[in-house]
């Protein structure tokens, strides 16, 4: 199975500021289509989990441009421009490349 | 509105079994492929299962093959989850989840399920 590795794992972050999360797969995740299937998700407590970029940077219907996501085979990131105090709760990065499908431990972002 | 509810989560003696439903509104079911999602309490995603929009194919994680079946009703807007031999770590919040681009898009509010004596 395709491991998904997040770093760091706890994020404190300052009102304003940007803020970075990183997710490493274990394989490349390089479709044989072409494309590169990398999800990025947020989760705030008591809530179901909110997808905010598909295909490394493609952002969801809705989701506010100061979240970009990059990175290319193994190496992506997450990127907060600027930080927000809705923005926190847990991140997690997901390939769809390969079957299963995997999430990452999960980035706890807080204030 | 695109919508997902998902229902028959409950308290289930370890080795019983469990069939959870999940109910699609708000746009064309049989377009899409469907994933269950679960969180066991306080911890991380696990992707655990998916069916294709034409039920040709499914998708298992290791931890579920062979105790897990996914399978889709199209006439009824609804897929389900029949959860066999169930184990106290099957324990958490499943969720079902709208597939777009190999990721859930969608997500229902879930379901609880607890494997306990």
């Known amino acids: 199975d395709v491991v998904m590795t997040q770093s760091p794992l706890s994020l404190p972050v300052t009102l304003g500021q940007p803020a970075s999360i990183s997710c490493r797969s274990s394989q490349s995740l390089v479709h044989s289509d072409g494309n590169t299937y990398l999800n990025w998700f947020h989760q705030r407590p008591g809530q179901s989990p909110r997808r905010l970029i598909y295909k490394v940077s493609n952002r969801d219907s809705g989701v506010p441009d100061r979240f970009s996501g990059g990175g290319s085979g193994t190496d992506f990131t997450l990127k907060i421009s600027r930080v927000e105090a809705e923005d926190v709760g847990v991140y997690y990065c997901?390939?769809?490349?390969?079957?299963?499908?995997?999430f990452g431990q999960g980035t706890k972002v807080e204030i | 509105e695109v919508q997902l509810v998902e229902s028959g989560g409950g308290l289930v003696q370890p080795g019983g079994s469990l069939r959870l439903s999940c109910v699609a509104s708000g746009f064309t079911f049989s377009n899409y492929g469907m994933n269950w999602v679960r969180q066991a309490p306080e911890k991380g995603l696990e992707w655990i299962s998916y069916?294709?929009?034409?039920?040709?194919?499914?998708y298992y994680a290791d931890s579920v093959r062979g105790r897990f079946t996914v399978s889709r009703d199209i006439a009824k807007n609804s897929m389900f989850l029949q959860m066999n031999n169930l184990r106290a770590e099957d324990t958490g919040v499943y969720y079902c989840a709208r597939d777009m681009a190999a990721g859930p898009d969608v997500w229902g509010q879930g379901t609880t399920v607890t494997v306990s004596s």
């Open positions: 069916i294709t929009s034409r039920v040709d194919s499914m």
């Open positions: 997901m390939q769809g490349t390969h079957w299963p499908r995997t």
